[in-house]
């Protein structure tokens, strides 16, 4: 999973960004990974796999992991070829969703629209760049569908509606995302890879004193949840620089901080956990001597293609997957009591994964 940090110069991304490179896993231990200077592999927390590690002490423990990719170079004009333009938007095309780091925090340094604190007008400024650079895209598609329905091809009739559809969606200076569409119209704008149809999550970057406050009393943060409200999209209030602080602690020192300053989790832990329910992941898990660890999947998965994101030969081959809960193999203390007791189960291809499923594949190629 890549998702794009972006946002204006000066509103905290780079200390959000180093913030998660130095909480990031070591680079030997994910080969799949290719860490680049401006990528960011950290893993996943999920209590759940600890647990299965002191219960098993394989030779590795192995977590699922998220990418964070620093998307620099937005400036006004972008979707025009100012600053990084192209490369700019071509990198957010790569990510499944937008991280958008917001400034929640007057800085008099800070020279930005009327010299005040004006999250609003920050994040419009990119908005408005990616909704110019998706007409653009909308644009080249449907002119090119009218053409082929002229031509006969009558199966381009949904794909030139649609194009005329998002137009006038665009050309009011909202976001793909808040276009009604039917299942139809959402297939076929997948197919367009355009960028205001990606999720997004707001990031209210406040300053260190204002943490552990009442949100809606800090200044800007509900402005942004105004305008989340407005596109279906979800806000995450997090101080970038305490982020960058505990980055830098070991475990231990890392929880006595976050119980002095009365938080239950890390920002980065909650904007992780906030991804996976805004893409709609769940995690299941397969435990053994050799290793413990956690996989990433979509909702309404089923058993093969879950077994497929271990090895091909597992989809391929499927014969059916041996299954418990975590909450029950945790209550009964090991496998071997579980299936005394009747609650590993024996599902087939039709069955849909659920979140912390401890799973053993069986197949055959």
Not at 128 to 143: F, Y
Not at 158 to 172: F, M, P, Q, S, T
Not at 235 to 253: C, G, H, N, T, Y
Not at 294 to 307: C, E, F, H, L, V
Request: aromatic letters at 6%.
């Amino acid at each position: 999973m890549k998702l794009g940090v972006v946002g204006l110069p000066n509103v905290g991304k780079s200390t959000l960004f180093n913030a998660i490179t130095k909480a990031g896993a070591e680079a030997a231990n994910y080969p799949f990974c290719t860490i680049e200077p401006n990528t960011g592999v950290v893993a996943v927390p999920d209590e759940r796999l600890n647990e299965l590690s002191e219960m098993y002490h394989p030779k590795k423990t192995t977590p699922a992991v998220i990418e964070f990719v620093d998307i620099a170079g937005l400036v006004k004009g972008a979707s025009h070829g100012e600053g990084l333009g192209n490369k700019f938007l071509s990198h957010i095309r790569e990510c499944e969703a937008i991280v958008h780091v917001v400034r929640c925090f007057e800085d008099p340094d800070i020279i930005r629209h009327a010299d005040s604190l004006n999250p609003q007008h920050d994040i419009e400024t990119i908005n408005l760049e990616l909704i110019a650079a998706d007409r653009e895209t909308v644009a080249k598609r449907a002119e090119r569908a009218v053409k082929m329905l002229k031509s006969g091809e009558k199966r381009f009739a949904d794909e030139a509606a649609l194009g005329e559809k998002l137009l006038a969606h665009l050309d009011n200076l909202q976001p793909a995302r808040t276009c009604p569409m039917t299942d139809k119209e959402r297939e076929i704008a997948r197919e367009w890879f355009l960028l205001t149809t990606k999720p997004v999550i707001y990031a209210c970057n406040i300053k260190e004193d204002d943490l552990g406050k009442d949100e809606d009393s800090i200044p800007g943060v509900t402005d942004v949840k105004a305008i989340a409200a407005g596109e279906n999209a979800k806000v995450l209030v997090i101080s970038a620089k305490i982020e960058e602080d505990i980055a830098q602690m070991d475990d231990e020192e890392k929880n006595m901080f976050l119980e002095e300053m009365g938080i239950g989790k890390s920002g980065l832990d909650r904007l992780i956990a906030e991804c996976y329910d805004l893409l709609g992941l769940i995690s299941f898990l397969t435990a053994g001597a050799d290793e413990c660890r956690a996989w990433t999947i979509r909702k309404g998965t089923k058993a093969p293609q879950a077994a497929g994101k271990i090895h091909s030969d597992f989809e391929r081959g499927f014969i059916r997957a041996e299954i418990v809960s975590f909450n029950d193999l945790k209550a009964n203390g090991s496998m071997t009591a579980c299936k005394e007791k009747g609650l590993v189960r024996s599902e087939g291809k039709d069955y849909v994964m659920q979140d912390g499923d401890v799973t053993l594949f069986r197949f055959n190629v």
